[in-house]
């Protein structure tokens, strides 16, 4: 496994495996890897010849008074757990690499970053669309895998590359889950053990919106009602966003007639977590 830390070794590369015919799969993540991020490179590494990850904890991304300084890192562990999984190249570059003197340049989706964290995290899309563009031009992947569990990520990083013509396919995969269902997250690190169990209300809602959905129920309002009242029955818990809206557009809607997706961010204490259900999936909790 090789650590690539320049923008232009990394170019050439990967351009010497797409000369030879080979398909390149690639997960971006910030690092501090937990199973959620190994099984987008399990899934990279079944689509690929060449499994190339990047981990940058990418600052535009980050609000000024988020946790940008004190997100985990432990760049030694990630190393292990990647060569674990098949991992052929890590990327690894410094921010003077990513944005150096005079970087100007920016990559904005409109309408689906609105919503949601778009209302919470004002920059917050800006920066990692353009971090995935950067990524993109930089690694060249003809796969790139992405974890449903940052559901508008996802969905405006499709836009993206739609609009923008990148020749690459997005992959979405299904979000890991600790056996009492609390979604894996970096963050998670941050929960004291009282607030663990508070975090717990995230998934449990989530099963909650479920069982209302398969007992027919389609008014958005009375699920969002009965989800909100379990959230906040939780001590530690402040719900930043709950709502439901159409996969594609992201907006709000009255009635689950469509494709429809429950979105929660709630902060418990400090820590701001975020899940979601695509209703008619299966969920295992
Ligand atoms: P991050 O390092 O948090 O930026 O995440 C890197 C990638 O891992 C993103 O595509 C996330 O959506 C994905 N991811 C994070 N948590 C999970 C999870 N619990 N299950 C599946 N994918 C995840």
């Known amino acids: 496994m090789n650590i690539v830390c320049s923008i232009k070794e990394m170019q050439a590369f990967s ?13 971006p993540t910030m690092g501090y ?3 959620g991020h190994l099984s987008l490179m399990r899934e990279g590494r079944r689509h690929s010849d060449c499994l190339v990850i990047s981990i940058y904890v990418n600052p535009t991304q980050f609000g000024p008074n988020e946790d940008f300084e004190k997100y985990p890192r432990d760049f030694e562990r990630d190393k292990g757990l990647a060569e674990g999984v098949g991992v052929d190249v890590i990327f690894y570059p410094e921010d003077k690499e990513m944005y150096p003197e005079n970087y100007q340049t920016y990559v904005n989706v409109e309408k689906v ?6 209302i919470s995290r004002p920059g917050h899309f800006q920066g990692v669309t ?3 563009a950067k990524l993109f031009n930089i690694v060249k992947p003809h796969y790139a895998i992405f974890g449903n569990k940052d559901f508008q990520q996802l969905v405006a990083i499709k836009r993206m590359v739609q609009d923008l013509d990148m020749d690459l396919e997005v992959i979405g995969m299904t979000i890991v889950r600790e056996s009492d269902g609390l979604a894996m997250s970096s963050r998670n690190v941050y ?3 009282n607030e663990r169990e508070s975090a717990l209300s995230l998934s449990r809602s989530l099963k909650l919106a479920k069982q209302m959905y398969d007992k027919e ?3 958005a309002l009375t699920i969002l ?5 379990f959230i906040e029955g939780h001590p530690f818990s402040r719900i930043d966003y709950a709502k439901i809206c159409d996969t594609k557009t992201l907006q709000d809607i009255d009635c689950l007639d469509g494709e429809s997706v429950l979105l929660l961010a709630v902060k418990i204490n400090k820590t701001r977590l975020i899940d979601n259900y695509v209703f008619g999936d299966a969920l295992n909790i």
């Open 15 to 27: 351009e010497s495996i797409r000369n030879r015919g080979q398909k390149i799969a690639f997960v």
């Open 33 to 35: 890897f937990h199973d």
């Open 113 to 118: 970053t609105q919503n949601l964290c778009g």
């Open 130 to 132: 353009t971090v995935c």
């Open 191 to 193: 929960l004291k053990q």
């Open 217 to 219: 129920e389609r008014d």
């Open 225 to 229: 009602e009965e989800v909100k009242k």
